[in-house]
């Protein structure tokens, strides 16, 4: 009777062990599947951004400035108000919403409009600098990177480095990642979907 309470004991103890085991074992492939789709997500938001620039010509910003206005009145505050309302029929893009007085407003100005918006401030006593005088030299100057093992969003990549990175990660993820065709760009470039 002292032995079969004996063994009872040790696969009782034996049993605790194995369900600690396999809890951690869930523990980690819980927190490995929540990696995974974290990197799926980020793959397919990188993705789409690729499509989007391989869909047709790349947007150009030449002569674009971003105007800095600060609203000191309630004047300066409902022109503000009323321009980011109208900004999509305008095609003005508010960097910096207006929030309140005294508050920046960050606003990217296409070049035929700059001077109007400058003469619009001055006129109204707004204080107003140009933060970035040309948007287009800005993108020109960021650096274009080498795609490693690693996509990140700093940095521009080349479209066949990315391509290759995508094959990268087929390889090395044969069991969630794989690669389709589906269809070609305007400049005749395939859109691959991962």
């Given at each position: 009777m002292h032995n079969s309470a004996q063994n009872l004991r040790l696969t009782d103890e034996i049993g605790a062990k194995n369900i600690k085991l396999a809890d951690a074992r869930i523990f980690k492939f819980r927190t490995a599947a929540a990696e995974i789709m974290r990197f799926a997500a980020a793959l397919i938001v990188a993705m789409m951004m690729m499509m989007m620039v391989a869909a047709g010509d790349q947007r150009r910003y030449d002569g674009y400035q971003v105007l800095r206005f600060k609203p000191e009145s309630r004047l300066h505050m409902s022109i503000m108000d009323q321009l980011f309302k109208d900004s999509p029929q305008l095609g003005l893009d508010f960097w910096s919403e207006p929030s309140k007085l005294g508050n920046d407003v960050?606003?990217?100005?296409?070049?035929?409009?700059?001077?109007?918006?400058?003469?619009?401030?001055?006129?109204?006593?707004?204080?107003?600098?140009?933060?970035?005088?040309?948007?287009?030299?800005?993108?020109?100057?960021?650096?274009?990177?080498?795609?490693?093992?690693?996509?990140?969003?700093?940095?521009?990549?080349?479209?066949?480095?990315?391509?290759?990175?995508t094959e990268e990660m087929r390889d090395a993820f044969p069991d969630i990642v794989t690669l389709q065709s589906i269809g070609e760009s305007y400049e005749g470039r395939e859109i691959r979907l991962m």
């Open positions: 960050d606003i990217l100005v296409k070049p035929d409009a700059t001077e109007a918006f400058a003469k619009m401030a001055a006129r109204l006593g707004m204080e107003h600098s140009v933060l970035i005088k040309d948007v287009q030299s800005v993108i020109d100057s960021q650096p274009v990177a080498e795609l490693g093992s690693k996509l990140t969003w700093d940095a521009y990549y080349q479209f066949e480095d990315i391509l290759a990175w």
